[in-house]
C-alpha cells in the first residue's frame, strides 16, 4: 500500500450504533488529520495529531472520538451519532510539528451515512 | 465569513476552451496550495505556491500566487474532461497556524 488508506469507503449506521473509521499513511509523516467534508460547506478541521499528540480539537462533538496510537495510524471512533453527521470524512498526512503544514495528502475518504 | 473566497463556484465549459479560476481572501498568506477533487475521492495537491508574484506550471495549469499574497489563480488552457472536479485552495497565515480551505470551484468540462 501506499500514501494514504481509509477502511472503510462506506459506512451506514443507526444513530444508536458505535463504529470506528481507521486510517493509515505510508509516507513517513508526523502529523495527521480528520476533515469532514458536507455538500456545499468547505472542509472543516475536526482534529490534529502531531507526534501521536492532539493538538487541535475544532470544537467537535464528544460524540466524535479521535484515537492516535502512532505517527501511521488514526482512527475517528463514532457513537451516538446524529443524521446531520452524514458527510465525507478525509483522513490527510504531513510532514511537520506544527499545527499547520504547507501540504497535506489525503485518503479517498469514508463516505459516512446515519440513518 | 470565509476567510478564503473561491470564484466562480461553478464552471461548466467545452473541451478545449480556456478558464481561470480564482482564490482570494482578505488576509495575507505564507502559502497557499491548490487541489483538485473529483467525485467520490479525497483531495490531491497540484501545487504549493510560496513567493509572492509566482508563477508555477504544470503541463496545461499555470498557478499564481499574487503580489501581496493575498490571492492566487489558476488558469487551464485547452481544458479536458479529465479535469473535471472541485478545485480547492487553502493557506496558512504562518507555519503555526491550521490550513484553511476555501469552499472550492467546481469545473465540468464537455467532451
Known amino acids: 500500500e501506499t500514501g494514504v488508506t481509509q477502511t472503510p469507503r462506506h459506512l451506514v449506521m443507526g444513530m444508536t450504533n458505535k463504529k470506528s473509521l481507521k486510517c493509515e499513511q505510508h509516507?513517513?509523516?508526523?502529523?495527521m488529520y480528520w476533515y469532514k467534508q458536507s455538500a456545499k460547506k468547505p472542509l472543516e478541521l475536526m482534529f490534529v495529531?502531531?507526534?501521536?499528540?492532539?493538538?487541535e480539537n475544532n470544537s467537535v462533538p464528544s460524540r466524535f472520538s479521535p484515537e492516535c496510537p502512532n505517527s501511521s495510524h488514526l482512527f475517528l471512533h463514532l457513537h451516538t451519532l446524529q443524521p446531520e453527521d452524514s458527510a465525507l470524512y478525509l483522513c490527510?498526512?504531513?510532514?511537520?510539528?506544527?499545527?499547520?503544514?504547507?501540504?497535506?495528502?489525503f485518503g479517498p475518504g469514508t463516505r459516512l451515512t446515519v440513518t | 465569513t470565509q476567510l478564503l473566497e473561491q470564484s466562480p463556484q461553478f464552471l461548466s465549459i467545452q473541451e478545449g476552451e480556456n478558464l481561470t479560476v480564482y482564490c482570494n481572501s482578505s488576509?495575507?498568506?505564507?502559502?497557499l496550495q491548490w487541489y483538485r477533487q473529483e467525485p467520490g475521492e479525497g483531495p490531491v495537491l497540484l501545487v504549493t505556491?510560496?513567493?509572492?508574484?509566482e508563477v508555477k506550471k504544470l503541463k496545461r495549469l499555470t498557478f499564481q500566487f499574487g503580489d501581496a499574497r493575498k490571492d492566487s489563480s489558476l488558469h487551464i488552457t485547452a481544458a479536458q474532461p479529465g479535469d473535471t472536479g472541485l478545485y480547492l485552495c487553502?493557506?496558512?497565515?504562518?507555519?503555526?497556524?491550521?490550513?484553511?480551505f476555501g469552499p472550492g470551484t467546481s469545473l465540468s468540462v464537455i467532451p
Open positions: 490527510a498526512s504531513s510532514h511537520g510539528g506544527g499545527t499547520a503544514s504547507y501540504e497535506q495528502y
Open positions: 509516507l513517513g509523516h508526523n502529523a
Open positions: 495529531y502531531n507526534f501521536k499528540e492532539q493538538t
Open positions: 488576509s495575507v498568506f505564507s502559502s
Open positions: 505556491v510560496v513567493t509572492g508574484g
Open positions: 487553502a493557506g496558512a497565515k504562518t507555519s503555526y497556524d491550521k490550513v484553511i
